[in-house]
T-cell receptor
Framework: SAVISQKPSRDICQRGTSLTIQCQVDSQVTMMFWYRQQPGQSLTLIATANQGSEATYESGFVIDKFPISRPNLTFSTLTVSNMSPEDSSIYLC?????????????FGEGSWLTVV | GQSLEQPSEVTAVEGAIVQINCTYQ??????LSWYQQHDGGAPTFLSYNALDGLEETGRFSSFLSRSDSYGYLLLQELQMKDSASYFC?????????????FGKGTRLSVIA
């Protein structure tokens, strides 16, 4: 597995502001993913971030709202822009690793954002 | 379309065995994963099945039948700490940006 660290772990944010979440992995990984989990809901993929290329966003998510950086193979950031209460969620960084049984995705501890 | 179905809630007694079923619908299916999430925590990887059959990891086992588009997670010797949400998720071949599509989760409550 990998050690995936996210910062901040929790934050309370004012409506209209932006917050950048950092994700650090203890090994080099090609594919990193950002997920969102709204309260009581399942996980939804926001975007895939590969080093050296622009992030690819899923339907319903746009770069202006969720800009992503991937400057190297161990680090990525996700910014939640112009936040509203609907953005209150857990934001999860994840990586795909090759394991004995195939490709496996591991998650960071999550960043719990509350927008007031 | 792509979808996964799993029960929303399951309750079981400590020490018992519980099975959480997951049926899926997709094309280009690659593998089925299971994740555990405790309240206030992030999802943690439990198991992955790419081939038909049973994978065992300690008290947890996972089964896949590709022909039936069906899998399950089996938890044995249930402990109170197993109370959590369990998500099945599949990986799709060639979908590029969608490595995991998650079900809505099954909330397991273990009672004494």
């Amino acid at each position: 597995s990998a050690v995936i660290s996210q910062k901040p772990s929790r934050d309370i944010c004012q409506r209209g502001t932006s917050l950048t979440i950092q994700c650090q992995v203890d090994s080099q990984v090609t594919m990193m993913f950002w997920y969102r989990q709204q309260p009581g809901q399942s996980l939804t993929l926001i975007a895939t971030a590969n080093q050296g290329s622009e992030a690819t966003y899923e339907s319903g998510f746009v770069i202006d709202k969720f800009p992503i950086s991937r400057p190297n193979l161990t680090f990525s950031t996700l910014t939640v822009s112009n936040m509203s209460p609907e953005d209150s969620s857990i934001y999860l960084c994840s990586v795909m690793l090759q394991t004995f049984s195939g490709n496996t995705i591991y998650f960071g501890e999550g960043s719990w954002l509350t927008v007031v | 379309g792509q979808s996964l179905e799993q029960p929303s809630e399951v309750t079981a007694v400590e020490g018992a065995i519980v099975q959480i079923n997951c049926t899926y619908q997709t094309s280009g299916f690659y593998g089925l994963s299971w994740y555990q999430q405790h309240d206030g925590g992030a999802p943690t990887f439990l198991s992955y099945n790419a081939l038909d059959g049973l994978e065992e990891t300690g008290r947890f086992s996972s089964f896949l039948s590709r022909s039936d588009s069906y899998g399950y997670l089996l938890l044995q010797e249930l402990q109170m700490k197993d109370s959590a949400s369990y998500f099945c998720a599949f990986t799709i071949i060639g979908a590029g940006n969608t490595p995991l599509v998650f079900g809505k989760g099954t909330r397991l409550s273990v009672i004494a």
